[in-house]
Nanobody, 119 residues
């Protein structure tokens, strides 16, 4: 599975962005697809994950971010609303077989897309 993340950018506090994770080579329907983020000087952090039946969010984004998938387009989205400066990070998508927050269990990774929230 090849993953391609896109859609990052610069937004003001309180604004919205949608990042996309387009998959190719294989359908992601049978995988757990997750978003992680990493800010400068910090460890990679779980953001959200989705399967065909379940969704989970990190507490820090719950109520503000929404993960969704379009099976026809083989794409997973992360809609980010009410953005805060602390959401600034490189956002990466990943796919794996385990329903987990731990990035080490994800087998396939896309390149990151930068999200910057200005105060």
């Amino acid at each position: 599975v090849q993953l391609q993340a896109s859609g990052g950018g610069l937004v003001q506090t309180g604004g919205s962005l949608r990042v996309s994770c387009a998959a190719s080579g294989r359908s992601v329907r049978g995988y757990v697809v997750a978003w992680f983020r990493q800010a400068p000087g910090k460890e990679r952090e779980f953001v959200a994950r989705i399967t065909s039946t379940s969704i989970a969010y990190a507490d820090s984004v719950k109520g503000r971010f929404t993960i969704s998938r379009d099976n026809a387009k083989n794409t997973v989205y992360l809609q980010m609303n009410s953005l805060k400066p602390e959401d600034t990070a490189v956002y990466s998508c990943a796919a794996g077989q385990m329903y987990t927050d731990d990035p080490k269990w994800y087998d396939y990774w896309g390149q990151g897309t930068q999200v910057t929230v200005s105060s």
